[in-house]
């Protein structure tokens, strides 16, 4: 079974998640929700890093601005995992990392690590 079939805004009304002027009542929904986490992970995941005016609706109980923090690393939920989508600038892997920083994957940060340790080593045996 498909996560989003047991939704609880299934037979809700969509102008009252959409609505800003029902942003509570949505939210209550969300709240009874048994795949909140879900719900809010799959609009996280497909929004990436968008910003905040190109995210719509509450969605798995949070309004587009509170995804968009989410999604620089703000007051993560619990159970959320990584929702900023960036490339690596060195080899162009696309990362899902909290928070909006993060420059180079894990590999290439490794990488980087051992690269500045080769030259300290080297400027350390050259002062020798
Ligand atoms: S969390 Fe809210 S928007 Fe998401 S499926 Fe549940 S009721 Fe619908
Ligand atoms: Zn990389």
């Given at each position: 079974m498909r996560w989003d079939e047991k939704a609880a805004c299934k037979s809700a009304d969509t102008e009252i998640f959409f609505g800003k002027w029902f942003e509570a009542e949505a939210k209550s929904i969300c709240a009874e929700c048994p795949v909140k986490t879900l719900c809010l992970q799959a609009a996280l995941d497909m929004e990436?890093?968008?910003?905040?005016?190109l995210r719509y609706g509450v969605r798995g109980g949070k309004t587009p601005t509170e995804r968009w923090r989410i999604s620089k690393g703000?007051?993560?939920?619990?159970?959320?995992?990584?929702?900023t989508s960036r490339r690596?600038?060195?080899?162009?892997t696309l990362m899902e990392s909290?928070?909006?920083?993060?420059?180079?994957?894990d590999d290439c940060q490794a990488e980087r690590g051992r690269e500045r340790d080769r030259e300290y080593r080297a400027r350390k045996k050259a002062a020798a």
């Open positions: 990436g890093g968008e910003p905040r005016n703000h007051q993560v939920p619990p159970g959320i995992r990584g929702t690596c600038v060195k080899c162009g909290v928070g909006n920083s993060r420059q180079y994957c």
